[in-house]
C-alpha cells in the first residue's frame, strides 16, 4: 500500500535559516508527488508538484527515485512560511490523495 | 471565482443518526474527492467522484457513502453515527487530478 512518511512532526529555525522538510514514500509504481501548505486559519492549498519542477515561495522538492524521497527545500526561511506541510502521493490517475502526517514548521524573528 | 463551499460548517450530530454534508465545487472542476481530518489519523481519503461516477473509495465502512450531481455539486452521507466519526470532513475539487486539488474549509462534525 502507498504510505508517506513525515518524519518531523515540528521543525523550528530562525528567520534566515535554511529549511528542509523531510518526506518518504513508498509505491511501487512511478509516484505523482505533492506538497500542501495550510497557512494559520487558511484552507489546505497546493504549494508545488513534482511534475511541474517548479519553484514557489522560494521552495523546491526534487523527487528522488533512489532513496524514495522528496523533500521540500527553501534557502532562506521567513516568518511567513511559518505552516504546516503536508507531503502527498497520488496512486495512478491522481485521484486518490495518500497524506503524511504534516511537519508543522515554526520560523522564529 | 469563488472556491470550493462546504455547508453546513458546524453540525452536532448524536450517536445512531445520520448525516449529510454537502460540497458545491469550483465552477468547471469535474472532479470531487471527500476526506476526513482527525487528530489520530490525519487526512484519510473518503471517495471521488467525477461525472456523477465514483471513481475511487477509501478504507471506510459502508456506512460513508456519496454522490455526485449532474452540476458536479456532491454530497457525502454518514448513517448510524459513531463517536469515533467526530472529524472535519473535506471536500476537494478538481478540473484534472493531475493539477492539484483546491480545498473548502471543511465541515466539523461532532458525534454526541
Known amino acids: 500500500a502507498q504510505r508517506v512518511t513525515q518524519p518531523e512532526k515540528l521543525l523550528s529555525v530562525f528567520k534566515g535559516a535554511p529549511v528542509e522538510l523531510k518526506c518518504n514514500y513508498s509505491?511501487?509504481?512511478?509516484?505523482?508527488l505533492f506538497w500542501y501548505v495550510q497557512y494559520s486559519r487558511q484552507r489546505l492549498q497546493l504549494l508545488l508538484r513534482?511534475?511541474s519542477r517548479e519553484s514557489i515561495k522560494g521552495f523546491t522538492a526534487d523527487l528522488n527515485k533512489g532513496e524514495t524521497s522528496f523533500h521540500l527545500k527553501k534557502p532562506f526561511a521567513q516568518e511567513e512560511d511559518s505552516a504546516m506541510y503536508y507531503c502527498?502521493?497520488?496512486?495512478?490517475?491522481?485521484?486518490?490523495?495518500?497524506f503524511g502526517a504534516g511537519t508543522r514548521l515554526a520560523v522564529h524573528p | 471565482k469563488a472556491g470550493v463551499t462546504q455547508t453546513p460548517r458546524y453540525l452536532i450530530k448524536t450517536r445512531g443518526q445520520q448525516v449529510t454534508l454537502s460540497c458545491s465545487p469550483i465552477?468547471?472542476?469535474?472532479?470531487v474527492s471527500w476526506y476526513q481530518q482527525t487528530p489520530g489519523q490525519g487526512l484519510q481519503f473518503l471517495f471521488e467522484?467525477?461525472?456523477?461516477?465514483?471513481?475511487n473509495k477509501g478504507n471506510f465502512p459502508g456506512r460513508f457513502s456519496g454522490r455526485q450531481f449532474s452540476n458536479s455539486r456532491s454530497e457525502m452521507n454518514v448513517s448510524t453515527l459513531e463517536l469515533g466519526d467526530s472529524a472535519l470532513y473535506l471536500c476537494?475539487?478538481?478540473?484534472?487530478?493531475?493539477?492539484?486539488?483546491?480545498f473548502g474549509s471543511g465541515t466539523r462534525l461532532t458525534v454526541v
Open positions: 467522484y467525477f461525472s456523477e461516477t465514483q471513481r
Open positions: 502527498v502521493s497520488s496512486s495512478g490517475g491522481y485521484n486518490k490523495l495518500i
Open positions: 465552477s468547471g472542476h469535474r472532479s
Open positions: 509505491y511501487s509504481g512511478s509516484p505523482e
Open positions: 476537494a475539487s478538481s478540473p484534472s487530478p493531475q493539477d492539484g486539488y483546491t
Open positions: 513534482h511534475i
